[in-house]
């Protein structure tokens, strides 16, 4: 008899985990390397596209800013000289105003010049003297003021509803004007105020304007005058304006990031409604012919709020045979130039 031989039959785990094999040394540090790789490279990606978002980020509000800006000059060049159906010359009477330094009572309500520039220059603002601070004047940029009736003619329930010290003009369409404050409306000539028919026909009231826009180098004084503290440190050139509300003169900064204003004038030298020729603030008046100016042609420099990495060392040729070199201190902003001609429509026709 034949003796049966037993063999030992190892279990399948036992087998399998002789299979089992763990990764080299060699092997991790491979694939720490390639996920390190795609890791940056992701990382890279997020900051790539968060740059371009914020360059563009950065542009728009530029552009949004020098599109407000151009708008809300143009507006103003617009109005300039619109005395509600009557000449410049036919605007008499007064109001108790205030003003600061040049730009005193005399100077607002000098409705003989509807419109008037002012040469940009290096030192001492351009303006009256002591209407702005000379720390608040963005050195060779050019200002300018216009004076008008603006806006839509209004009841004299509304004059006589809203502050008394504010300055209205009241007009008989084709015969003369006056100006006012709101509070001595009752005291007007019989022509221009019947009491028994406040609203007349062919009389209207229109609050008086007068505004003279500058560059300023800051946007939010902290103190009497701009200074490198101001805007967090990195001071931001703003378009600003004087004008006049409840009869005294007041500064606003308006729009941030005008770093550059520069205005030529269009002379109406033969009296047909349009301009033959072009000429700066100094020219003109030194002419005396702002009574002839029928448009304006405006140019902006406008700047990114944001600093920027790439440095911009160009010259910029504008309109005029002008140029503006960007300051050595703000080189890593973006710019934008935008240019614009303005026709002075109570005094045009084109």
């Known amino acids: 008899m034949t003796a049966r031989r037993h063999e030992f039959i190892r279990p399948a785990y036992v087998y399998r985990k002789r299979n089992q094999r763990g990764m080299s040394l060699v092997e991790i540090m491979v694939a720490m390397t390639l996920g390190l790789i795609l890791t940056a490279g992701v990382i890279e990606m997020f900051v790539s596209n968060k740059r371009a978002y914020q360059v563009q980020t950065t542009a728009n509000g530029m552009q949004e800013n020098g599109r407000y800006a151009m708008k809300l000059l143009t507006d ?3 109005a300039a000289d619109h005395w509600g159906g009557v000449e410049s010359s036919e605007v008499g ?6 003003g600061v330094g040049g730009c005193d009572a005399t ?9 008037r520039g002012y040469e940009g ?3 001492t603002p351009p303006l009256p003297s002591d209407c702005i601070n000379a720390a608040d004047y963005v050195a060779n940029s050019d200002a300018f003021v216009v004076r008008h009736g603006g806006g839509e003619y209004q009841s004299t329930a509304t004059v006589k509803g809203g502050n008394g010290s504010d300055v209205w003009l009241r007009t008989a369409v084709g015969r003369r004007a006056q100006l006012f404050s709101a509070a001595s409306i009752a005291s ?15 009389i209207y009231n229109y609050p008086y304007q ?4 500058f560059l300023r180098p800051c946007s939010g004084k902290l103190g009497a005058a701009c200074a490198a503290s101001d805007d967090g440190g990195r001071p931001i050139p703003t378009l600003t304006r004087l004008t006049l509300l409840n009869g005294r003169l007041q500064e606003q900064a308006m729009v941030n990031g005008v770093e550059h204003m520069q205005i030529e004038y269009g002379v109406d030298a033969d009296l047909d409604n349009n301009a033959d020729f072009y000429a700066n603030a100094k020219t003109v008046s030194d002419a005396n012919q702002w009574n002839r100016v029928a448009s ?3 140019t902006l420099v406008v ?3 944001e600093r920027g990495s790439i440095p911009d060392t160009g010259t910029y040729n504008l309109p005029g045979g002008n140029t503006y070199d960007p300051p050595t201190d703000a080189e890593k902003y973006q710019r934008k130039v935008l240019t614009s001609v303005v026709q002075i429509r109570n005094r045009s026709r084109s």
């Open 303 to 305: 700047r990114s709020e």
């Open 121 to 123: 220059v290096s030192g």
């Open 93 to 98: 009477g007064g109001a108790a105003v205030s």
């Open 296 to 298: 304006v042609r405006l």
């Open 210 to 213: 007068v505004t003279a826009y």
């Open 76 to 78: 103003s060049l617009r």
């Open 107 to 115: 100077w607002i309500l000098n409705v003989a010049e509807g419109i």
């Open 188 to 202: 007007l000539p019989t022509d221009l105020y019947d009491a028994a028919d406040e609203d007349a026909i062919g």
